[in-house]
Nanobody, 124 residues
Framework: QVQLVESGGGLVQAGGSLRLSCAAS???????MGWFRQALGQEREFVAS????????NYADSVKGRFTISRDNAKNQVYLQMNSLKPEDTAVYYC??????????????????WGQGTQVTVSA
């Protein structure tokens, strides 16, 4: 069983930066981790993922070059560094975990554990 708690969200102006953190309980070093987001009235969408070792990452095209996912297995933490933020990045951001990572990593299906989410608001 894994429990995930996100933090670090807030209000920032366009062009600014935020760093989200996800604190995980349990043996999270055995899980692949990801970040998703859900804007008001829209479906939850993939943002980034990282393998259990941290050796491989994937990003949505909309955030490539601006966001960086990382993890510290010793601290059971996953991070999402978000730079050059845009108003369209406004959403609730969710941390997620799964035991096996396949080609469906961008789908919400297969991610068995979710945090409660943290709000990110980017003003124009």
């Amino acid at each position: 069983q894994v429990q995930l708690v996100e933090s670090g969200g807030g209000l920032v102006q366009a062009g600014g930066s935020l760093r989200l953190s996800c604190a995980a309980s349990g043996h999270t070093f055995t899980y692949h981790m990801g970040w998703f987001r859900q804007a008001l009235g829209q479906e939850r969408e993939f943002v980034a993922s990282i393998t259990r070792s941290g050796g491989n990452t994937n990003y949505a095209d909309s955030v490539k070059g601006r966001f960086t996912i990382s993890r510290d297995n010793a601290k059971n933490q996953v991070y999402l560094q978000m730079n050059s933020l845009k108003p369209e990045d406004t959403a609730v951001y969710y941390c997620a975990a799964r035991a096996n990572l396949g080609s469906d990593y961008a789908s919400t299906r297969g991610w068995g554990y979710w945090g409660q989410g943290t709000q990110v608001t980017v003003s124009a």
